[in-house]
């Protein structure tokens, strides 16, 4: 089993930045791809980022391209995101997830997943 605890989320104006990180534990998550999605009121949870087990490879959505990276430090056994640039329209709940396969767009192929943090950006 894998637990993962994300955090990092809170309030900022828009333009501003925030790293969230996503802690890993129960098992080493060093040969899973890891993913980011968000979730905002009344929509549905959406992909953000993914990162191959390596860290070789990193897939983005078209509206956080150019803005967010997502990285990892396999010794420590986290994931983090680095947002900037925020706009509002940012604004949910951001998740990260395991995928024991080569990383996905899909939510469906993730295995695992923490509870969330909230990111709110303001105007």
């Known amino acids: 089993q894998v637990q993962l605890v994300e955090s990092g989320g809170g309030l900022v104006q828009a333009g501003g930045s925030l790293r969230l990180s996503c802690a890993a534990s129960?098992?080493?998550?060093?040969?899973?791809?890891m993913g980011w999605f968000r979730q905002a009121p009344g929509k549905e949870r959406e992909f953000v980022a993914a990162i191959s087990w390596s860290g070789g490879s990193t897939y983005y959505a078209d509206s956080v391209k150019g803005r967010f990276t997502i990285s990892r430090d396999n010794a420590k056994n986290t994931v983090y995101l680095q947002m900037n640039s925020l706009k509002p329209e940012d604004t949910a709940v951001y998740y990260c997830?395991?995928?024991?396969?080569?990383?996905?767009?899909?939510?469906?192929?993730?295995?695992?997943w923490g509870q969330g943090t909230q990111v709110t950006v303001s105007s």
């Open positions: 129960g098992r080493t998550v060093s040969s899973y791809a």
């Open positions: 997830a395991a995928d024991p396969a080569k990383g996905s767009r899909l939510p469906y192929h993730y295995d695992y």
